[in-house]
T-cell receptor, first 108, second 110 residues
Framework: DAKTTQPPSMDCAEGRAANLPCNHS???????VYWYRQIHSQGPQYIIH???NNETNEMASLIITEDRKSSTLILPHATLRDTAVYYC?????????FGAGTRLTVKP | DVKVTQSSRYLVKRTGEKVFLECVQD?????MFWYRQDPGLGLRLIYF???????EKGDIPEGYSVSREKKERFSLILESASTNQTSMYLC?????????FGPGTRLTVT
């Protein structure tokens, strides 16, 4: 079973920041937090990952709380093409468990 | 870019048939994975492999087997397909931690 908790759905206005939360209260010290997304009819796509520090890449930013029990994925300027299911996963040596994720709908 | 390809996007098989789902990656990745995805259940890990001829069971291996004879190819085998194996099957590969997924095979067993 997945070890993370995410809201089932969220809406975001096009051009605004999308902030997707994730709780991972049982995460252990050597487990990374990974984010993937899945656009309809495609395989999941890797977005970003982190251990303790906040991370940023060309797709998104990842903010991890100091106690590492939760994190937030930020899409700074959401577009319609960002509509997808977003998965937050704890990963320890490739032992990943995908939950149901958050269905993000970006609206014009 | 990493490319993971799966042999078919859509497949229809009859109950009791032996089914082979093929997955090929072109980035020399050590690790390969098979998942199935069903509505309301998310992705569930069936089998994975860390090296040629090595395999490990995931969460739901029953009714499936795998073969990894070459590094780039990881096959999922349904020895005797059943209707409850109707699903979307996703293959992935990884070198370190981030996994790269193929487009998926939607298998229907009638």
């Amino acid at each position: 079973d997945a070890k993370t908790t995410q809201p089932p759905s969220m809406d975001c206005a096009e051009g605004r920041a999308a902030n997707l939360p994730c709780n991972h209260s049982t995460i252990s010290g050597n487990e990374y937090v990974y984010w993937y997304r899945q656009i309809h009819s495609q395989g999941p796509q890797y977005i970003i990952h982190g251990l303790k520090n906040n991370e940023t890449n060309e797709m998104a930013s990842l903010i991890i709380t100091e106690d590492r029990k939760s994190s937030t994925l930020i899409l700074p300027h959401a577009t319609l093409r960002d509509t997808a299911v977003y998965y937050c996963i704890e990963d320890n040596n490739n032992d990943m468990r995908f939950g149901a994720g958050t269905r993000l709908t970006v609206k014009p | 870019d990493v490319k993971v390809t799966q042999s078919s996007r859509y497949l229809v098989k009859r109950t009791g048939e032996k089914v082979f789902l093929e997955c090929v990656q072109d980035m020399d990745h050590e690790n390969m994975f098979w998942y199935r995805q069903d509505p309301g259940l998310g992705l569930r890990l069936i089998y994975f492999s860390y090296d040629v001829k090595m395999k490990e069971k995931g969460d739901i291996p029953e009714g499936y087997s795998v073969s990894r004879e070459k590094k780039e190819r990881f096959s999922l085998i349904l020895e005797s397909a059943s209707t409850n194996q109707t699903s979307m099957y996703l293959c992935a590969s990884s070198l370190m931690r981030e996994q790269y997924f193929g487009p998926g095979t939607r298998l229907t067993v009638t």
